[in-house]
């Protein structure tokens, strides 16, 4: 693969990754009860994209398809409350960023689980309707695949709810199968299982490859900078 070499392409790059660094939060720090591979389809402000999230007992491995087919593939071990983004383009890694303290401009979120129940691919969910400002989720949530490891979606507009929804199922340990935001009728961003399978997964999956180098932080600066 041909490797990207000037500081302004590495930034570039390393910019559309962070998007989908995984958000750190306590509640959730505990071991899975599934172990296998869950497949979504997330559309955001900047598109939609396939993700496939990888679970073998206290770690967590995300992978998501970027613009013009660059690969974000994320890390993260919840024993140790830890997280690192591989950059495969480069053969090098960078511990993520974990959660940032909360935005006191807006307005606190409205929770509410409904009575509705549905079966998504063969698993019971529970809804959940998340409203925060003119931003409302509609979310869908199983006990049966262990706590979510939140991380960021979308983009400003629907951060800040993208966020409260997923604390507030994580504070409660459950899994999305589908999520919904919208603002008004325009949906800002949506993530959708389309396959859960449950399967042995080799520990290698889950540790920073031998052959990677730590990524040094000069490279993420713009030229100017």
Do not use: H
């Not at 997330?42 to 073998?56: A, D, N």
């Not at 549905?118 to 809804?127: R, S, T, V």
């Not at 949530?141 to 966020?163: C, Y």
Request: charge should be neutral; hydrophobic fraction near 35%.
């Amino acid at each position: 693969m041909k490797q990207i070499s000037s500081k302004s392409g590495f930034a570039a790059i390393a910019a559309s990754l962070i998007v989908f660094s995984l958000l750190s939060s306590p509640a959730v720090l505990q071991a899975q009860s599934f172990e296998g591979v869950i497949e979504f389809s997330v559309t955001t402000e900047r598109g939609t994209m396939p993700m496939t999230y990888m679970v073998k007992g206290d770690n967590v491995r995300v992978e998501m398809q970027g613009p013009r087919g660059m690969k974000a593939t994320v890390l993260i071990d919840t024993k140790k409350n830890k997280s690192v983004m591989l950059m495969d383009q480069m053969k090098m890694y960078m511990e993520t960023p974990q959660m940032p303290p909360p935005d006191t401009t807006q307005p606190k979120p409205e929770i509410t689980k409904t009575a509705k129940t549905q079966k998504i691919l063969g698993y019971e969910c529970q809804e959940y309707l998340v409203k925060q400002g003119a931003n409302e989720s509609d979310v869908w949530v199983t006990k049966d695949l262990g706590p979510f490891q939140m991380f960021r979606m979308g983009g400003p507009r629907g951060q800040s709810n993208a966020e409260a929804w997923q604390k507030a199922i994580g504070n409660e340990g459950g899994f999305p199968l589908l999520a919904s935001t919208k603002e008004g009728d325009e949906q800002l961003s949506k993530m959708e299982a389309t396959k859960v399978e449950k399967k042995s997964l080799d520990d290698s999956l889950f540790k920073i490859p031998d052959d990677y180098k730590p990524m040094d932080a000069s490279m993420m600066r713009r030229p100017g900078q």
